[in-house]
């Protein structure tokens, strides 16, 4: 089956660095990816839409210069939380919407800790 | 935005029992899917019901899709302890694969 993988698996770092997590298709190609984050003991919201070669769509509420959503390839989608507070803290997941037949795998999750 | 909601949002129940969980909706969609997480861990799809369809089956599972009612039904059958894990709804409302989850129902199989 297809598969999605995510990078870093989890990260720790200090308040006010940027941190990147990297969302990968591994072996489809996909035009659309999209990101979510969950919040111990809550549902997964979704954060944006990345689509390849233009700019992210992101959802109502969510800062797009605080999360910066790359997607410079048809395999990879990166998101950098930037000056990273403790509120940030969270399981981050993507998702990547294969273009052949539009099914959508889910990666593993990252979950970051901001000290 | 969160679409819809699940209920109950926690159920316990004995292994060899059976467990059902709703998840309601609130715009028209495409398809609706149920996915499965275990704490910590990322998303297992589970299984994905058009909206023209009504009923469907995979293995011990049965989905419902009541669009009149905007509602949707997941039964898992003889469950097992190692179906213990939080269970979600998501609907595709555009085709565009934006998939809006419901609340969840955290599922705990005792022995």
């Known amino acids: 089956g297809a598969v999605v993988s995510q990078h870093p698996s989890w990260v720790i770092c200090k308040s006010g660095t940027s941190v990147k997590i990297e969302c990968r298709s591994l072996?489809?190609?996909?035009?659309?990816m999209f990101w979510y984050r969950q919040f111990p003991k809550q549902s997964l919201m979704l954060m944006a839409t990345s689509n390849e070669g233009s700019k992210a769509t992101y959802e109502q509420g969510v800062e797009k210069d605080k999360f910066l959503i790359n997607h410079a390839s048809l395999t990879l989608s990166t998101l950098t939380v930037t000056s990273a507070h403790p509120e940030d803290s969270s399981f981050y997941i993507c998702?990547?919407?294969?273009?052949?037949?539009?099914?959508?795998?889910f990666g593993p999750g990252t979950r970051l800790t901001v000290l | 935005s969160q679409q819809g909601e699940e209920d109950p949002q926690a159920l316990s129940i004995q292994e060899g029992e059976n467990a059902t969980m709703n998840c309601s909706y609130k715009?028209?969609?495409?398809?609706l899917q149920w996915y499965r997480q275990n704490s910590g861990r990322g998303l297992v799809h589970l299984i994905l019901?058009?909206?023209?369809?009504r009923e469907k089956h995979s293995g011990r599972l049965r989905v419902t899709l009541d669009t009149s009612k905007k509602s949707s039904s997941l039964l898992i059958t003889a469950s097992r302890a190692a179906d213990t894990a939080s269970y979600f709804c998501?609907?595709?409302?555009?085709?565009?694969?934006?998939?809006?989850f419901g609340q969840g129902t955290e599922l705990s199989v005792k022995p």
């Open positions: 715009t028209s969609i495409n398809n």
């Open positions: 072996d489809f190609q996909a035009t659309t």
């Open positions: 019901i058009r909206s023209n369809e």
């Open positions: 998702s990547a919407r294969e273009d052949l037949y539009n099914e959508q795998f």
């Open positions: 998501a609907t595709d409302e555009d085709q565009g694969g934006k998939l809006i």
